[in-house]
């Protein structure tokens, strides 16, 4: 059974940055990624990663936030720069035995408890 466990959220004022790490154990995975959920809204995707480390994002990210992995390690990362108000949300890290990415949340076999990241104005 995979494991997912996520490090790294926390408070930081709008402008700052955050590094979130995910790190998988119990068997490799294939396509990794970051979906968030904000109180009374629904999981949304934030950045998704294929083995061939193929990214996508969402639009309100694009150009703020970089999705990385090591695969050797198991281990994926959101780095959030430029943070905003509204990107205030709990952060979940997703796993897959595919490959390749999916866009939705039902497209990902593992999930990890989730990291708060809270962005003061």
């Known amino acids: 059974q995979v494991q997912l466990v996520e490090s790294g959220g926390g408070l930081v004022q709008a402008g700052g940055s955050l590094r979130l790490s995910c790190t998988a154990s119990?068997?490799?995975?294939?396509?990794m990624g970051w979906f968030r959920q904000a109180p009374g809204k629904e999981r949304e995707l934030v950045a998704v990663i294929s083995t061939n480390e193929g990214t996508f994002y969402a639009g309100s990210v694009k150009g703020r936030f970089t999705v990385s992995r090591d695969s050797a390690k198991n281990t994926l990362f959101l780095q959030m720069n430029s943070l905003k108000p509204e990107d205030t949300a709990m952060y979940y890290c997703?796993?897959?035995?595919?490959?390749?990415?999916?866009?939705?949340?039902?497209?990902?076999?593992?999930w990890g408890q989730g990291t708060q990241v809270t962005v003061s104005s």
């Open positions: 997703s796993a897959r035995r595919g490959r390749y990415y999916g866009v939705r949340p039902d497209d990902y076999d593992y």
């Open positions: 119990g068997s490799s995975v294939g396509a």
